[in-house]
């Protein structure tokens, strides 16, 4: 996603983004390994989170600690698995900590989350395609060019989903969308992800 921590309202945007990123990690496991894919978004993550999660690095495969770094070049789809799966694991503790590392708790340290309703809903409703629709159209932060083209993927998605074919031929075509949205808005991701997700319930 393209929306960068510092500039995001916490009480908000931030706990958006942790639900978007938890999905991004749950659909993409859910699908084929795509090399380039996995590994873009274990760089996105540990650099965006290793500020607030403390410990990110614990527990994660070629990572070396003298010199602070993941030698990501030699990851393959095994250890790039068992890393994501630990860095959603680690986002979705962080979520129900209050968006604080356990560490910090005592000292009253990290993100003040103000909206706590909000920080303890799931994104993982059973929501209609008509419906995400709605909601993009009802986007006023997109231009009219973003809402039709947002639409439009919406529309591939759906076609997609509703494919006679095997999962794995359907992950194959998701693929570009899944690109394409790496660079939209949070509140884009969070709507769009749920679609996508459907391919991992469907037939």
Known sequence: MNDSILDVDFSTDFTRMVDADIQKCEVILAGNYDEKVWKDLHIELTSKYSAHISDISSNMCCYFANGSFYDINSMNEATLRHNL????????????????????????????????????????????????????????????????????????????????????????????????????SVDVGIALLPLIAKIGESL
């Open 85 to 184: 799966l630990v860095l959603k694991n680690k986002l979705i503790a962080f979520k129900n900590y209050g968006y604080k590392n356990r560490e910090s708790v005592a000292g009253n340290k990290g993100i003040n989350i103000q909206n706590n309703q909000y920080a303890t809903q799931t994104q993982t409703v059973n929501i209609s395609f008509e419906a995400v629709k709605k909601q993009i159209e009802d986007m006023t932060a997109l231009s009219d060019a973003e809402t039709k083209e947002t639409l439009h993927k919406i529309d591939e998605i759906k076609a997609i989903v509703e494919l006679k074919e095997p999962k794995k031929s359907k992950w194959q075509k998701i693929k570009p969308i899944l690109i394409w949205l790496a660079d939209k």
